[in-house]
């Protein structure tokens, strides 16, 4: 069954319809809306199904963007899970999600585990999609997929952080695979695109042509049309990874940052910078970061 809120604030239960196949674990979905009321950006919908879930809004910014937190109650994803988060913001409306703690993708000889997420942004909108890391465990077999669709103006920007193996416990990824995939759509036309695919032991996680032995990589990601090379040249002016590397690149209306390193929290802060300097071009606001972040 499915659990939904409807727009008035009532909660009703749905049946579901998606055959969600015979792998054997967790079936979750979660899909949310969002719209503009007066001054402040509403969660105007929401439908979960399974192990989903969202705290209520909050707002700790005075345009009244919407923070929300999505909560994912086992607190890890096993052989066989099968996570789906849709979230649409519609025209002008402003929403920042993130998550409470890092997701673990657990070890399994079980099916592989899939996670997905579709975000959609209307003309107008801006979304900002800012869950924190994500631990892959030695002998995960896991996909992640995520896929952004803009309309016209539509703004977002998001990142994405991963830990291949547990280094502070001196179990590095040595079996195991990790599919990742990343789509952006403007106006139905595809415009950037990145896949990875990463095998436990595989040589390039550790030669130099390759990840370098480095088990943290993220990325994140603007789209706007209006990111220019001064866009760039503010960030290489103003951020630097402490512990890692760091590269801002350019394409068509997409500022790219690129982390590889050693450690998830310098990763994660060198972000946080990024997302400090940019958040006034992209956004016209200055950054109020999510409590959570610093519980």
């Keep these: 069954m499915r659990v939904g809120l409807e727009h008035d604030g009532r909660e009703r239960t749905l049946p579901i319809?998606?055959?969600?196949?015979?792998?054997?674990?967790?079936?979750?979905?979660?899909?949310?809306?969002?719209?503009?009321?007066?001054?402040?950006?509403?969660?105007?919908?929401?439908?979960?199904?399974?192990?989903?879930?969202?705290?209520?809004?909050?707002?700790?910014?005075?345009?009244?963007?919407?923070?929300?937190?999505?909560?994912?109650p086992p607190g890890g994803v096993a052989g066989g899970d099968i996570l789906r988060i849709d979230a649409r913001v519609e025209s002008a409306a402003r929403v920042?999600?993130?998550?409470?703690?890092?997701?673990?993708?657990?070890?399994?000889?079980?099916?592989?585990?899939?996670?997905?997420h579709t975000l959609q942004v209307d003309a107008g909108a801006c979304l900002e999609w800012f869950p924190q890391e994500t631990i892959v465990f030695d002998g995960a077999n896991a996909s992640t997929q995520t896929h952004v669709?803009?309309?016209?103006?539509?703004?977002?920007?998001?990142?994405?952080?991963?830990?291949?193996?547990?280094?502070?416990?001196?179990?590095?990824?040595?079996?195991?695979?990790?599919?990742?995939?990343?789509?952006?759509?403007?106006d139905g036309q595809l415009r950037f695109m990145e896949r990875g695919l990463y095998h436990g032991g595989d040589p390039v996680l550790s030669e130099s042509w390759g990840l370098h032995g480095n088990p943290v990589f993220g990325l994140f990601v603007v789209v706007h049309a209006q990111a220019d090379d001064s866009w760039v040249e503010q960030v290489r002016a103003q951020v630097e990874a402490r512990s890692?590397?760091?590269?801002?690149?350019?394409?068509?209306?997409?500022?790219?940052?690129?982390?590889?390193?050693?450690?998830?929290?310098?990763?994660?802060?060198?972000?946080?910078?990024?997302?400090?300097?940019?958040?006034?071009?992209?956004?016209?606001?200055?950054?109020?970061?999510?409590?959570?972040?610093?519980?």
């Design 96 to 116: 920042l999600i993130t998550t409470p703690g890092a997701a673990k993708l657990y070890r399994s000889r079980l099916a592989r585990s899939q996670l997905t």
């Design 149 to 186: 669709q803009l309309a016209d103006d539509g703004v977002y920007a998001g990142w994405e952080i991963v830990c291949l193996g547990r280094p502070h416990s001196h179990e590095p990824f040595q079996r195991g695979h990790l599919q990742t995939e990343l789509t952006i759509h403007r």
């Design 17 to 72: 319809p998606l055959a969600f196949g015979e792998a054997a674990g967790w079936e979750a979905e979660l899909s949310l809306a969002f719209d503009q009321r007066g001054e402040r950006s509403v969660l105007a919908g929401s439908l979960h199904r399974g192990p989903l879930r969202v705290q209520r809004a909050f707002y700790p910014e005075r345009n009244g963007t919407c923070h929300l937190y999505i909560l994912h």
């Design 244 to 295: 890692g590397l760091f590269s801002v690149t350019l394409l068509p209306g997409i500022l790219l940052g690129r982390y590889l390193g050693a450690s998830t929290l310098d990763a994660r802060a060198t972000f946080e910078r990024m997302f400090a300097v940019l958040r006034p071009l992209y956004a016209g606001s200055t950054v109020v970061t999510p409590r959570i972040w610093h519980t």
